[in-house]
Nanobody, 120 residues
Framework: QVQLVESGGGLVQAGGSLRLSCAAS????????MGWYRQGPGKQRELVAA???????RYSDSRKGRFTISRDNAKNTVYLQMNSLKPEDTAVYYC??????????????WGQGTQVTVSS
């Protein structure tokens, strides 16, 4: 069994910061890319940022410069530092990992989501 557990969401005022964490645990053979997605009220889930196992990053244009994704391979953990938060950043943030479990085949796993609310 593989689990992704997120933490760090909450309520923050506009202009504030939050740091999300996501730890992968269980029977993990290898982790390829890890990333963060978000889904706002009435919206589709969208990519926020992603990072490969060697540290190559990709950001949604609107988050570039405000958000920073990082990763600790030894801990199977991915982080999302969010600065200068805006009310439109309010959403449920989901962790994603493309990894191979005990079967040896790579597939996508998702966390349960963590709520981020930015007040104006």
């Amino acid at each position: 069994q593989v689990q992704l557990v997120e933490s760090g969401g909450g309520l923050v005022q506009a202009g504030g910061s939050l740091r999300l964490s996501c730890a992968a645990s269980g029977s993990i053979v290898s982790i390829n890319a890890m990333g963060w997605y978000r889904q706002g009220p009435g919206k589709q889930r969208e990519l926020v940022a992603a990072i490969t196992s060697v540290g190559t990053t990709r950001y949604s244009d609107s988050r570039k410069g405000r958000f920073t994704i990082s990763r600790d391979n030894a801990k199977n953990t991915v982080y999302l530092q969010m600065n200068s938060l805006k009310p439109e950043d309010t959403a449920v943030y989901y962790c994603n990992a493309r990894l191979a479990g005990s079967s040896g085949y790579f597939r996508d796993y998702w966390g349960q989501g963590t709520q981020v609310t930015v007040s104006s």
